[in-house]
């Protein structure tokens, strides 16, 4: 059985102008130990798919369908109290911008010594202990000083470092993070990923890694999902994705990177937007600005073909991996 | 420390040198002083004499420099109208109206805080819709209207509780009390629930926009992510950053409580400083005017430092103490 | 500036249509407004000519209690007017207040953020330090002491000429720093926003950007504390005629109105303090809303610094 | 890469841009009493500045993309300010085909003006939301040439929007209508209407998602080629500069480490700072992150170190990286980096 294992879920926002679907039957498991990418621009649906698993999802929003297993049981079912007893304990989250993650007027100890004390039964003084060993976990230098701090003490990168201790306290079998290093210099960037990595290998921790950035995604994940317009089209091994891509979406993501093409030359891009969620087109979303399409695309939702783990969403893959 | 010294003490000689300006100019152009001293018989070069005698024709500086030195000892003149020094006469009732205002203060704390902080956290409960009207039409009607109705009803119709004075007090040293006699409670009741009556829903107000706005925060959605209690994401995490401004906002609604005072004090004929300071005012008791204006203005000065240090010792972002260090 | 103006309407109005409480609220003040305007018109007595005031007719209660007398619907004040007539002509002296008081604010207020907020530097700083002071002590407190003063300085009768102007003067000064605050806050936050660089790079001159470019930004923070400010100043005005600061008692404002009562609540007059008083809460409830509504649909960030 | 190396060679002869020993700080504590410090037991005035740009050497020539490369903080959008007129520099000096320019009124810069225009970051920001796109393109025009017709403008604003591909028919819109693309679209339009030789392009991509920065940059290359463009581009992003530059300027700490052309820069980073600054892209081919150790943290330009500002994070600093500035000199190829263990031959 895995981990967790996301069933058809839909999230909803109700606006003023009507009801919006955020997302669409997504589906997605994990394993203990796992590392997996969900892939997509902004306004994909990424970040809603990773707060709905701890029913985060940020008002007006709501859960409208689809279940969340967590070992077995239903997230999405739970009442408030149990919800708690995973959220922030077996399942925890980074967020993207360290500089707004941690409350501005709690100092680092208080805000990690919270955390142990929501879920277990330790003295103040014990759990102060266990967090400055996880401040020296994630190197922070001399932790004992820094965990008197107040975030705006501290530079980004050790914010992030901080935010990782955080997530690191509990023992967690999942974190969740969401675009953990976007908001990091390039050379922090490389840093944190790194040090998230080892620790989630070395504490056999499994990761949920949003992110925008494909390089990101082929360092660190060992499968990957890719999303557009609140619904996953492609799903497979991170290696494959990024070698032989099957939906002309995520071929038109990768081959859209400068890398992919030879300096100087015009890069290969998408035409078009993504489309607004208030108004996704009829059939495949993708449809508007795919090469590929026929008529059929117009009107038919493409269905996944594939075996769970390397599944995509597109009428025209048979006949496109035939033609190879 | 040493700029946030600085500059309160800047600000504090600003608003006493406009203050002194201000009553030195009263002091001039008000009621000519002889007038005060000998009759309307005496003649025009008695009068001359005199006023030299008086320094009454010295130049405006030398004026102005005599004014400020007495008015640092503590000398503001006789008033008029009690024939006693004007400064002794206001701190007579400086207690009176310290306790109105404490007495608005309490309310408006005990009530403010947990009804904004329920209003943000519950924003569709019908509590909430209730609050919200009835904060708006509490900012729209004026103190003294919510002072005359208070009267009406409880003191007037139901008869339930006094309507003017401060009842029976009790002298601690120089201060005349009237907490700790049971008629002097009943007297504080109306008088600060009317002084209270405008400033509570802007603060019920302002505590809720200003908490709706911090529970949008990313930190509070890590809060919430971390799995802590409700109670603590809502009364730590997000009341702490709610009060920040509520704090500035609050130091600057001390002045016009001060202001208020002098309406509801109007109403209830409350003998503190601001019904009295309007009597001087028809009465053209320029020195008495002069001290009130003294008062209050370090009353201003005084607060306004406490708020700022209160402040910082919240906002761990705001260092008092960055340069002792 | 026009297809702005068509197209903000559009979606401003639709809006407003949806929102009942708007709606009535700007229902009730267009007829509160064009009632006090057109007084001289439809009031049945002039309260300012002394002709038309009979002094027997004083304390008469409204027309529907058993003492009442028909030609006074809502009964008559303690010198023999008549309550309506004198109440429509005291709320367009409210009103007018109101209007002249914001005027002058907004005037000063807007010109002071301007040069703050696009100057900076000293200027600035001494702007806001001035502004902080003032506003520390509270509108109302420097109204009340500066009427005081000057009533006190020249007399019952000059001022009572003067009263109109003086209250429109002192309430228009004693609130700038709200305005200048708003609009300086509102200018640094544009300022710092890209296209005011764009047009810098174009070469525009510094009061073309400020004028065409910025100004126009700032307008919805201005929109929204405008209609708050009203209610103030009329709130203000209220306060002050009350103190017996403020309009004299032959030529009353709501607040004078309502003073004048005060003193005869006791006696059982209860109507020449509870008319005035009813309409002035519904006249700036009803702006209150409307700026309270307007905040929510303009959503401008009014800045707290 | 052929093509890179040919447009540096054709361009090394024409200078169009000429930054020399430009310098620009921010005080930081802007009223005297915040620079009052208790120290020992006495009184001192202590003035604390950021140091955004510290001495930049820079030349641009006509026809290249100069990319100017460096974390937040490095005073690259500083100093495309200064370059742009927007900032006054605290010392050196900015000169246009052969003028200087930053000290000239702001009169007598309005002929440079027209040549010289800017892209922004933030296409939510950088459009005035209260203007239709037509006013936006039409005010630089009008303001540069006010004799022109009104036809004659109006054709003009409806090609430029053509050739950004934005839809003319749409020129009465208001930017909230449009996407973060095509907002920058209409930025671009806006810095082509007075048809400038010289555009100053800061992070005009790194706001938008990955398929909408390649339909973008795409955009600059062509206005580029058609319009004989000179660029100075600025970014943090490594992989796009690879792909656009034709030279890369390195920046750290409001100094130059390493100015050279792209491919060189690639191949044969000098730099430790370039060295590390280049392993830390993630890049496709990877299976693990692998990027060069730095030790600590970037230093806030407040509190510079002496000497290399580099040297706290660097593995190869020596004595003399603590105590003497480098200057930056060519190291053989054409490529100039600032460098004693790279002059020392310490380091290749």
Redesign the interface.
């Given at each position: 059985m895995a981990l967790l294992e996301v069933k058809n879920l839909e999230v909803k926002f109700p606006l003023r102008q009507g009801e919006l679907t955020a997302l669409r039957d997504v589906s997605f498991s994990l394993d203990r130990g796992e590392r997996l990418g969900i892939v997509g621009e902004s306004g994909a649906g990424k970040s809603v798919a990773a707060f709905a698993i701890l029913n985060l999802v940020s008002r007006p929003g709501y859960i409208s369908g689809g279940k969340i297993l967590f070992e077995g049981r239903d997230l999405a079912g739970l009442s408030r109290s149990e919800l708690r007893t995973i959220r922030g304990n077996r399942i925890n989250m980074i967020f993207q911008d360290p500089m707004m993650t941690l409350n501005p007027v709690l100092t680092i100890g208080t805000q990690m010594i919270e955390c142990l004390r929501a879920h277990r039964r330790i003295t103040p003084a014990a759990a102060r202990q266990l967090a400055i060993e996880k401040l020296r976990a994630v190197s922070i230098p001399s932790p004992e000083a820094r965990i008197d701090q107040y975030p705006h003490e501290l530079s980004g990168g050790m914010r992030q470092r901080v935010v990782i201790a955080i997530a690191l306290l509990t023992d967690p079998s999942v974190i969740i993070a969401d675009e953990p290093t976007t908001a990091l210099d390039v050379t922090i960037q490389a840093e944190i990923m790194e040090l998230l990595l080892e620790l989630c290998e070395h504490n056999n921790v499994a990761l949920i890694l949003i992110t925008h950035d494909l390089g990101v995604v082929s360092q660190v994940t060992q499968r990957a999902i890719v999303m557009y317009a609140g619904r996953i089209v492609e799903e497979g091994a991170t290696r494959r994705i990024i070698d032989s891509a099957r939906h002309p979406y995520t071929q038109g993501l990768i081959n859209a990177l400068p890398e992919r093409t030879r300096p100087g030359q015009r890069l290969n891009q998408i035409p078009g937007v993504m489309p607004s969620l208030m108004d996704i087109p009829q059939g495949c979303a993708f449809h508007p600005r795919c090469q590929l399409r026929i008529d059929a695309c117009q009107q038919q939702l493409p269905a996944y073909s594939g075996s769970e783990h390397a599944r995509v969403a597109c009428l025209r893959v048979d006949e496109q991996e035939r033609a190879q | 420390m040493i700029a946030f010294l600085i500059r309160r003490i800047g600000q504090a000689l600003v608003v006493m040198f406009v203050i002194s300006l201000l009553s030195f100019s009263i002091q001039d152009n008000l009621g000519d002083p002889l007038r005060e001293l000998v009759g309307q018989s005496v003649s025009e070069a008695e009068r001359q004499a005199l006023r030299d005698q008086m320094g009454l024709n010295d130049p405006f500086l030398a004026q102005y420099w005599r004014f400020l030195r007495k008015a640092v000892q503590g000398d503001l003149g006789n008033s008029y109208f009690f024939k006693r020094p004007a400064l002794e006469v206001i701190m007579e009732k400086f207690p009176a109206t310290m306790e109105l205002v404490l007495g608005a203060t309490l309310i408006i704390l005990l009530l403010s805080v947990p009804i904004g902080v329920y209003c943000a956290i519950n924003p569709r409960s019908w509590f909430t819709r209730v609050m919200m009207g009835l904060s708006i039409v509490g900012i729209s009607i004026p103190v003294f209207l919510t002072a005359i109705m208070l009267i009406y009803l409880f003191s007037i119709h139901l008869g339930w509780l006094p309507s003017y004075g401060r009842g029976e007090t009790v002298m601690i040293g120089a201060w005349e009390s009237g907490l700790l006699t049971w008629d002097g409670v009943l007297h504080l009741i109306l008088p600060s629930i009317a002084l209270s009556s405008i400033m509570l829903p802007l603060f019920i107000r302002l505590i809720r926009s200003e908490m709706m706005e911090v529970l949008e925060q990313e930190y509070i959605r890590f809060a919430w992510a971390k799995g802590l209690q409700r109670r603590r994401i809502w009364f730590l995490h997000a009341l702490k950053n709610t009060l920040l401004p509520v704090i500035t906002v609050g130091g600057v609604q001390i002045g016009t409580m001060i202001a208020y005072t002098i309406l509801t004090e109007t109403v209830f004929q409350w003998p503190g400083m601001g019904f009295l300071f309007l009597e001087a005012v028809n009465r053209v008791d320029t020195p008495l005017i002069i001290a009130y204006l003294i008062v209050v203005g370090l009353i201003f000065v005084v607060t306004n430092t406490v708020v700022d240090l209160i402040y910082g010792l919240v906002n761990p972002t705001v260092k008092l103490t960055r340069g002792l260090a | 500036m026009r297809y702005w103006r068509l197209f903000r309407k559009s979606a401003f109005l639709y809006r407003f249509r949806k929102d009942k409480v708007a709606v009535a609220s700007f229902s009730v003040l267009m007829l509160l407004v064009v009632m006090s305007f057109s007084a001289p018109l439809i009031a049945p007595y002039d309260p300012y000519d002394p002709v038309q005031i009979d002094i027997m007719d004083s304390d008469i209660p409204p027309s529907w209690q058993a003492e009442g007398d028909t030609r006074f619907a809502l009964g008559t004040d303690a010198q023999g007017r008549d309550m309506w007539s004198t109440m429509l002509y005291g709320t367009r002296l409210s009103i007018t207040i109101g209007l002249f008081a914001v005027l002058l604010q907004s005037l000063l207020g807007i010109a002071l953020g301007l040069v703050a907020g696009y100057f900076g530097g000293r200027i600035d700083s001494f702007l806001m330090r001035l502004a902080d002071i003032q506003l520390s002590f509270s509108t109302l407190m420097v109204a009340i002491v500066v009427l005081a003063v000057f009533q006190a300085s020249f007399g019952t009768e000059l001022y009572n000429e003067l009263a109109l102007f003086m209250l429109i003067l002192v309430i228009g000064i004693a609130e700038w720093p709200q305005y200048a605050r708003t609009v300086r806050a509102s200018v640094l936050a544009e300022k710092r926003k890209e296209y005011v660089d764009a047009v810098r790079v174009i070469g525009l001159n510094r009061r073309r950007i400020m004028f065409r470019h910025i100004l126009p930004n700032t307008l919805s923070p201005i929109l929204v504390i405008s209609t708050v400010q009203v209610a103030n100043a009329i709130m203000s005005e209220a306060a002050l005629s009350f103190l017996g600061l403020g309009m004299p008692v032959n030529q009353p404002s709501l607040g004078s109105l309502i003073n004048s009562g005060f003193e005869f609540i006791l006696s059982g007059s209860w109507w020449i303090t509870t008319f005035p008083a009813l309409l002035l809460v519904v006249l700036v409830l009803v702006i209150n809303l409307l700026g309270d509504w307007m905040r929510d649909v303009l959503n401008p960030k009014l800045y707290k610094e | 890469?052929s093509?890179?190396a040919v447009a540096a060679e054709k361009s090394a002869a024409e200078e169009l841009l000429r930054v020399e020993g430009l310098s620009r700080e921010f005080p930081l504590t802007?009223?005297l009493?915040?620079q009052?410090?208790?120290e020992g037991g006495k009184?001192v005035r202590r003035q604390e500045s950021v140091r955004a740009v510290n001495g930049v050497d820079l030349q641009v020539r006509r026809g290249e993309a100069l990319c100017v490369v460096g974390?937040?903080g490095c005073g690259k959008s500083t100093l495309a300010?200064v370059v742009?007129?927007?900032i006054r520099p605290t010392a050196g000096s900015v000169r246009f085909e052969g003028t200087r320019i930053d000290n000239l009124s702001?009169e007598k810069?309005?002929p440079f003006?027209?040549k010289?225009?800017?892209i922004?970051?933030?296409p939510y920001?950088?459009?005035?939301?209260?203007?239709?796109v037509k006013q936006t393109l039409e005010?630089?025009v009008r303001?540069?040439s006010p004799g022109i017709g009104r036809a004659a403008l109006g054709d003009k604003v409806n090609d430029v929007m053509r050739s950004v591909g934005v839809d003319p028919g749409w020129n009465?819109r208001?930017p909230h209508e449009f996407?973060g693309?095509?907002r920058q679209r209409i930025?671009i339009a806006?810095a082509l209407m007075?048809d400038p030789e010289f555009i100053v392009a800061d992070e005009p991509i790194s706001a938008l998602?990955?398929?909408?920065?390649?339909?973008v940059?795409?955009l600059l290359?062509?206005a580029q080629e058609q319009r004989g463009l000179t660029y100075l581009f600025i970014t943090?992003d490594?992989?796009?500069v690879?792909?656009?530059g034709t030279r890369v300027a390195v920046m750290y700490l409001g100094a130059l480490c390493e100015l050279a052309i792209?491919?060189q820069l690639f191949s044969r980073p000098r730099h430790p700072y370039t060295q590390?600054?280049l392993?830390?892209?993630?890049?496709?081919?990877?299976?693990?992150?692998?990027?060069m150790?730095?030790m600590g943290?970037?230093p806030t330009p407040i509190n510079l170190p002496s000497g290399c500002f580099f040297h706290p994070r660097c593995v190869h600093a020596q004595d003399r990286c603590r105590h003497e500035l480098p200057k930056l000199f060519d190291s053989g190829d054409g490529t100039l980096v600032a460098c004693h263990a790279v002059q020392e031959g310490r380091l290749d």
């Open positions: - | - | - | 890469m093509s890179q802007s009223g009493l915040e009052l410090r208790f009184l974390e937040s300010r742009m007129g927007l702001a810069l309005l003006r027209r010289m225009q800017m922004f970051q933030n920001a950088s459009l005035n939301p209260r203007m239709t005010e630089p303001f540069h009465e208001f996407s693309g095509q930025s806006r007075t998602d990955v398929s909408i920065q390649a339909q940059l795409n290359m062509e943090h490594l992989s796009v690879e792909h656009f792209t491919g590390a600054l392993s830390a892209i993630p890049r496709l081919d990877q299976e693990r992150p692998s990027h150790k730095l943290e970037v």
